[in-house]
């Protein structure tokens, strides 16, 4: 208790102290953020607390197991004990609470022995849910647009700041359709989605420059194997839910969006073969997957 009382003031305290030019772009005047990563010891759902033991944080904590609040309600669907997360720790002594977490991400889950490429996900075997959206060309596609082929989905938002969230899943996306854009055979039976949950902002031609920030601008533009795609809030909703994807606007930050990451894998036959929740999954390792069920 004596320990938990003096982090409590020591929090305060520094959340009172001045901040460098380099924090003030990305805190508010009061607050002050600095990243965790962590596993999940217990959670109590009422009150909104997760017990973690977290690795050292550079320049304000060491390694310790502590308590914090966390306001994002998506998160308490899936967090549960020995998941790994990562996560922003806020401090803002003019708060209601001096601190708490925020962009919480769930690496892997909690459950022991599950594999990341999970063939227990009860979306697995399902037929893919109908949808139709708006690509980065401005064209309209659907579902079926994708039979036939080996598709892989996964979920980003183009304002995402996280490295190890939408910008690593864009990465791996990227990186795999420049493979198979110089891989003739590959290329004609395997395609990929990355759906944006934020309409309000990733338009077509959004989207169209981020993907090309990605593959290279200094490439030939060919959104043939990746395309980028967005939708009405309830179309996108529609196929989020589907997948379990849970994501809301973070309540401190408008700009901000806390979601989980779920990438699915469906077989040409419009039915999901496999489900991969977190981050800890590689190009190579996904194209394994796409090319099994061929």
Known sequence: ????????????????????????????????????????????????????????????????????????????????????????????????????????????????????????????????????????????ISSKDFKGKALAITFIYSKCPLPEYCIKMSTNFSDLANRLNVDPERKSKIRLLSISFDPANDTPETLRSYGLGYLGRNAKPDFEVWQLAVGKDNEVRKVADFFGLRYEVDPTNKALINHSLRTAVIGPDGRVVKMIAGNEWTPSELLKELEATL
């Not at 217990?42 to 050292?56: F, G, L």
């Not at 308590?67 to 308490?76: S, Y």
Request: charged share 25%; glycine share 6%.
């Open 1 to 140: 208790m004596r320990l938990f009382l003096s982090l409590t003031i020591s929090v305060v305290f520094l959340a009172s102290c001045s901040v460098s030019p380099s924090d003030k772009d990305s805190i508010s005047p009061n607050g002050k953020r600095y990243p965790l990563k962590g596993t999940i010891v217990a959670v109590d759902r009422d009150k909104k607390r997760a017990k973690i033991e977290h690795e050292s944080i550079e320049g304000f904590m060491e390694a310790m197991t502590m308590d914090f609040p966390i306001h994002a309600d998506w998160v308490w669907e899936n967090l549960t004990p020995g998941s790994e997360i990562r996560a922003e720790l806020v401090l803002d002594s003019s708060a209601p609470e001096p601190y708490w977490l925020e962009n919480v991400g769930i690496v892997s889950a909690g459950i022991p022995g599950q594999r990341r490429l999970s063939e227990d996900s009860p979306q697995v075997g399902k037929q893919l849910v109908d949808f139709k959206l708006t690509n980065q060309d401005g064209k309209s």
